[in-house]
């Protein structure tokens, strides 16, 4: 299959599991069926994309022109590529954990949980590939109006109000302030390409740039940045498999990605570097990640308090890109695919637990390790990825996070990194302490022990992932490091 | 023999096939009339912007009189393009008409209807195509008052009163336009649009022609519905059938933007309409008020078919705001504007007159769960909704686009930023019907409603499907807009 098929693939083919979900909306078995294998599949043709890229080759697809001179076109490159691989191996990985969840709780609308997690795949795979800034606004929009059913899903008031949040912020940043953005962008250039060392060189004096950069960085509500950060806490009304997509498959990934693209392919690292206009960014970034702490210190629900703990990791790839070394960038890459896995695995752990015992808050887990001893080994494992600890993932992109930091002698992101790894542990290794070392006092509705087979064979890959990750970094540190080449 | 005569036959046949509804008495016998009549100019219209971009500008001289003191029918850019939103908007409701005409309207007289529908699409393509002052003045009054009538057809009995209402102030329009005509015939001595704007260009500015300026300005805004005087609107769509409300959301307003841009641009030209006069700030004022007033209103309203009224009203703004730019953006996200928010605000009106068919009641109180009910007839109203806001893969983002542009490039950097804004607001309004409509329970007392029948809901997903289409496929709509903003700029036309 070559490069420009394999693009058109990845896109279409969820869009045609989405078809054959919705006419098997009276056989669960075959429409569960045909969600695992739409997701094998998509996670193949990526993988047989992967030799193309690491050689360097970058094959594209030029659809038609939506404006004249601004095509929708698709393009891969090394971070799309991360991207990509780490969505559609979540994907899969997911739709395993779906599968048990849904059918222990009996959740009602099943057919359009799976058929809307597809498009939303698809959206994905099209914001991953983007060649240019209209592309990927396209899929971005596409992406918050696939979610939204997904958000919504258990229809009561809170459901409702969640995604009017929801829906609200995402589509207000992305019109009021990253359209206004890209307009701009069109208007001062003449071009929305992705191309190496940014195309805004020379075409715009400091206070623009400065301005651009609040509007694309506000604007990509999607990574969270303070303080359009509450849709965040907001969507955790929706099922846990959905929480899953959000805040490791797809949605933040989408934002924090759509960051990293932006400030390598539009601004440009060496731009930005010289901009003072555009330092203000490493200090919301800061401290958004200190903030989220804090509050995600004060949450008693395990979902919200994984939701800030996302804000803050979110604001970590941003701080990171915004480091502007090479180093740093790649760094940030890593990061999008360390995390995935790791706040993925606690996610899992999350419902997991509500599922077998039907506990929401952290004061009700004492002594649930005994009960559920994968589901909280696993969760610790995200833990310890979360705090960036060896030997998981997350020790990895903290560490040349703070190379590139050190290296170009910023003093302010070292600190952050710091003191929110001490917040960090605060506020999950508490948790595992409970879950292992407290008896159980608040006894449980009726008797149980480890979750579905599915769901538990979910999180142990996840938590597997994490710490193989670790040890093999391979396909992903080449990646990013190629995207570190192309930020010189 | 029949491509030389196409700008009379646009005009003839329709008006000739409304007598012969007339006739015809029979219920059905008198919509095959007007089916006929609708899909004749649609190819009409058609063969005439081929033969427009492949030829340049066609000028017919009626019954061979010559210009300027024979009738001219002139076609060129402009008024092709909106010759072809008429006409194809006509094509799609009529077959709509057929069976929602028969439960809204009853059975008796129905020949009544088609006939004056016919009138008034007659009356449109006159206004549109002709090459005369008068001449478009007569037309005009053609179409209005058959739009009266149709409005006052409708089932409620406000209707009535809503078309007197939008008849006193249409003829207080139709008046202004005409009194700045004969102020301009007194001026220059002659009624031929051409020749006026020939004549115009060597006269010094007087007060006579400051005059017709502004009676011909306020007189078409009326017509236009731009704010402040909209105040017409809101009943007349809301109280008329449903396919009338579709047919006039989609064309009437259209028709009048397009009167508007050529008394502008084509007879009395930049120089004087932007330049001398300050319209440019007029109007973008009057533009910026509607787009947010007017949507903010739509917030409130219970009535489905009123509030897509006050929608409309705030999407003119959007067109009005690309014309006080005056440069090539602006006026080419207006002139595409007609395409698209004709595509978008029809479907909407037909599937609300999908819901009219089954539910009898457009009132949101009375929709609770109507989107399970009737999934195919909601979601063609929830992607035309999407097209009002603006979201990509809809004609709304491309007409968004160009008008941003326009304003940047005009250096107002502050209208850009309300365009923007404003576009949040139909956010509210549109997400309202989607949670009533989708996640609100069915009362238990309900009637058991099930979907529109095919031939219904097919026109209605014709124009939806045409609004997500042409986002994708802009060749048609944003080149041939293009070329006639080029064109009108230029002084053309």
């Given at each position: 299959m070559t490069g420009s098929t394999a693009i058109a693939f990845a896109i279409g083919l969820p869009l045609f599991g989405t078809l054959l979900v919705m006419l098997n909306h009276r056989y669960p078995n075959i429409r569960e069926a045909i969600t695992l294998l739409t997701a094998t599949c998509l996670l193949?043709?990526?993988?047989?994309?992967?030799?193309?890229?690491?050689?360097?080759?970058?094959?594209?697809?030029?659809?038609?022109?939506?404006?004249?001179?601004?095509?929708?076109?698709?393009?891969?490159?090394?971070?799309?590529?991360?991207?990509?691989?780490?969505?559609?191996?979540?994907?899969?990985?997911?739709?395993?954990?779906?599968?048990?969840y849904m059918r222990a709780n009996k959740e009602e609308r099943q057919t359009r949980f799976y058929a809307f997690f597809a498009i939303s795949l698809s959206s994905v795979m099209g914001i991953a590939f983007s060649a240019n800034m209209m592309t990927l606004f396209v899929f971005y929009e596409v992406l918050t109006l696939s979610t939204y059913p997904l958000v919504i899903h258990k229809e009561d008031k809170d459901a409702i109000a969640g995604g009017r949040t929801y829906v609200g912020i995402l589509v207000f940043t992305?019109?009021?302030?990253?359209?206004?953005?890209?307009?701009?962008?069109?208007?001062?250039?003449?071009?929305?390409?992705?191309?190496?060392?940014?195309?805004?060189?020379?075409?715009?004096?400091?206070?623009?740039?400065?301005?651009?950069?609040?509007?694309?960085?506000?604007?990509?509500?999607?990574?969270?940045?303070?303080?359009?950060?509450?849709?965040?806490?907001?969507?955790?009304?929706?099922?846990?498999?959905?929480?899953?997509?959000?805040?490791?498959?797809?949605?933040?990934?989408?934002?924090?990605?759509?960051?990293?693209?932006?400030?390598?392919?539009?601004?440009?690292?060496?731009?930005?570097?010289?901009?003072?206009?555009?330092?203000?960014?490493?200090?919301?970034?800061?401290?958004?990640?200190?903030?989220?702490?804090?509050?995600?210190?004060?949450?008693?629900?395990?979902?919200?308090?994984?939701?800030?703990?996302?804000?803050?990791?979110?604001?970590?790839?941003?701080?990171?890109?915004?480091?502007?070394?090479?180093?740093?960038?790649?760094?940030?890459?890593?990061?999008?695919?360390?995390h995935a896995l790791g706040k993925i695995t606690l996610f899992f752990a999350a419902g997991s637990i509500y599922t077998a015992a039907h506990k929401t808050e952290i004061s009700q887990m004492n002594g649930i390790g005994r009960r559920m001893p994968w589901t909280m080994g696993a969760f610790a494992i995200g833990a310890l990825s979360m705090i960036g600890l060896p030997p998981t993932a997350g020790f990895l992109s903290k560490w040349y996070m703070l190379h590139g930091a050190l290296d170009s002698a910023q003093w302010f992101p070292v600190g952050i990194i710091f003191l929110?790894?001490?917040?960090?542990?605060?506020?999950?290794?508490?948790?595992?302490?409970?879950?292992?070392?407290?008896?159980?006092?608040?006894?449980?509705?009726h008797e149980h022990g480890e979750a579905p087979i599915w769901i538990v064979l979910a999180l142990t890959t996840t938590a597997a992932g994490t710490v193989l990750l670790f040890f093999m970094p391979g396909v992903a540190f080449d990646l990013a490091q190629q995207l570190a080449g192309a930020a010189k | 023999m029949i491509a030389a005569h196409l700008p009379v036959l646009?005009?003839?046949?329709?008006?000739?096939?409304?007598?012969?509804?007339?006739?015809?008495?029979?219920?059905?016998?008198?919509?095959?009339?007007?089916?006929?009549?609708?899909?004749?100019?649609?190819?009409?219209?058609?063969?005439?912007?081929?033969?427009?971009?492949?030829?340049?500008?066609?000028?017919?001289?009626?019954?061979?009189?010559?210009?300027?003191?024979?009738?001219?029918?002139?076609?060129?850019?402009?008024?092709?393009?909106?010759?072809?939103?008429?006409?194809?908007?006509?094509?799609?409701?009529?077959?709509?008409?057929?069976?929602?005409?028969?439960?809204?309207?009853?059975?008796?007289?129905?020949?009544?209807?088609?006939?004056?529908?016919?009138?008034?699409?007659?009356?449109?393509?006159?206004?549109?195509?002709?090459g005369d002052a008068f001449n478009l003045f007569v037309f005009l009054e053609i179409s209005s008052l058959s739009s009266y009538v149709l409005i006052a057809l409708g089932r409620d009995r406000r209707a009535l009163m809503a078309s007197y209402q939008y008849l006193v102030m249409g003829t207080i329009g139709a008046t202004f336009i005409v009194i700045g005509i004969g102020l301009?015939?007194?001026?220059?001595?002659?009624?031929?649009?051409?020749?006026?704007?020939?004549?115009?260009a060597h006269r010094p500015s007087s007060r006579t022609i400051g005059a017709a300026f502004a009676f011909l300005v306020v007189g078409i805004s009326l017509k236009l519905a731009l704010f402040p005087l909209h105040l017409w609107l809101p009943n007349a769509y809301t109280y008329a059938p449903s396919m009338v409300s579709a047919f006039l959301a989609a064309t009437a307003t259209k028709v009048a933007v397009y009167v508007l841009l050529r008394f502008l641009f084509s007879i009395f030209k930049v120089k004087l309409s932007f330049g001398i006069m300050p319209l440019d700030n007029i109007l973008l004022v009057l533009a910026v008020i509607a787009m947010f007033a007017a949507s903010a209103v739509a917030i409130f309203q219970k009535n489905l078919k009123r509030m897509l009224?006050?929608?409309?009203?705030?999407?003119?703004?959007?067109?009005?705001?690309?014309?006080?730019?005056?440069?090539?953006?602006?006026?080419?996200?207006?002139?595409?504007?007609?395409?698209?928010?004709?595509?978008?605000?029809?479907?909407?009106?037909?599937?609300?007159?999908?819901?009219?068919?089954?539910?009898?009641?457009?009132?949101?109180?009375?929709?609770?769960?109507?989107?399970?009910?009737?999934?195919?007839?909601?979601?063609?109203?929830?992607?035309?909704?999407?097209?009002?806001?603006?979201?990509?893969?809809?004609?709304?983002?491309?007409?968004?686009?160009?008008?941003?542009?326009?304003?940047m490039d005009r250096g107002w950097w502050p209208v850009a930023v309300?365009?923007?804004?404003?576009?949040?607001?139909?956010?509210?309004?549109?997400?309202?019907?989607?949670?009533?409509?989708?996640?609100?329970?069915?009362?238990?007392?309900?009637?058991?409603?099930?979907?529109?029948?095919?031939?219904?809901?097919?026109?209605?997903?014709?124009?939806?499907?045409?609004s997500i289409y042409f986002s994708l496929d802009t060749e048609l709509s944003v080149g041939v807009a293009n070329k006639a903003a080029l064109q009108l700029l230029g002084g053309g036309g």
């Open positions: 193949l043709i990526v993988v047989g994309m992967l030799p193309e890229i690491t050689s360097g080759a970058q094959p594209e697809l030029i659809l038609f022109d939506m404006f004249p001179g601004l095509p929708i076109a698709f393009k891969v490159e090394p971070l799309g590529m991360l991207f990509a691989l780490v969505a559609s191996g979540l994907w899969l990985v997911t739709s395993v954990y779906s599968i048990g992305s019109v009021a302030f990253l359209l206004l953005g890209v307009v701009w962008t069109w208007f001062l250039t003449g071009t929305l390409d992705f191309t190496p060392g940014g195309i805004l060189k020379g075409k715009a004096d400091g206070p623009v740039i400065g301005l651009l950069l609040f509007l694309y960085m506000f604007g990509t509500g999607k990574a969270a940045l303070m303080p359009i950060h509450r849709w965040l806490p907001a969507a955790m009304v929706a099922p846990t498999p959905v929480s899953a997509l959000l805040h490791a498959v797809a949605v933040v990934k989408a934002g924090v990605f759509t960051v990293i693209k932006v400030i390598v392919y539009i601004f440009g690292v060496d731009l930005l570097s010289v901009t003072a206009e555009a330092n203000w960014l490493i200090y919301i970034a800061g401290a958004t990640i200190i903030i989220a702490s804090l509050v995600a210190l004060r949450q008693d629900n395990l979902k919200r308090r994984l939701a800030y703990s996302t804000v803050s990791q979110l604001a970590y790839v941003i701080i990171a890109a915004a480091i502007l070394t090479p180093i740093s960038v790649m760094a940030a890459a890593l990061h999008i695919a360390a929110s790894t001490l917040l960090n542990t605060a506020y999950f290794v508490p948790i595992i302490y409970r879950a292992f070392l407290r008896p159980e006092d608040v006894v449980p509705v | 646009q005009i003839v046949l329709p008006l000739i096939c409304a007598p012969v509804c007339m006739l015809v008495r029979h219920r059905d016998w008198s919509w095959s009339v007007a089916l006929f009549a609708s899909w004749a100019s649609l190819a009409m219209s058609w063969m005439l912007l081929q033969q427009v971009l492949t030829t340049g500008t066609v000028s017919y001289a009626l019954g061979n009189w010559s210009a300027p003191f024979g009738i001219e029918y002139r076609v060129d850019l402009i008024n092709a393009y909106v010759l072809l939103i008429v006409s194809a908007i006509g094509a799609v409701v009529v077959p709509f008409a057929r069976a929602s005409v028969k439960a809204e309207f009853g059975t008796n007289r129905v020949y009544f209807f088609y006939t004056s529908y016919l009138l008034c699409l007659t009356g449109l393509l006159g206004v549109t195509i002709t301009l015939y007194a001026e220059t001595g002659t009624l031929n649009m051409v020749d006026l704007a020939e004549r115009l009224a006050y929608s409309s009203v705030a999407q003119i703004g959007y067109m009005v705001l690309g014309i006080s730019f005056a440069n090539v953006n602006g006026l080419t996200a207006c002139i595409l504007h007609l395409f698209n928010h004709a595509l978008m605000k029809g479907g909407m009106f037909l599937a609300l007159g999908c819901i009219v068919y089954r539910a009898a009641s457009v009132n949101l109180d009375d929709l609770a769960g109507i989107g399970r009910r009737m999934p195919l007839t909601m979601a063609a109203f929830v992607v035309g909704g999407l097209g009002l806001i603006g979201v990509p893969l809809t004609v709304g983002f491309i007409s968004k686009w160009y008008l941003v542009l326009g304003a309300l365009i923007l804004l404003s576009s949040l607001l139909a956010v509210v309004y549109v997400w309202r019907v989607v949670e009533v409509a989708y996640f609100s329970p069915v009362p238990p007392n309900a009637p058991a409603i099930e979907e529109a029948p095919p031939a219904m809901l097919i026109p209605t997903w014709v124009l939806i499907g045409a």
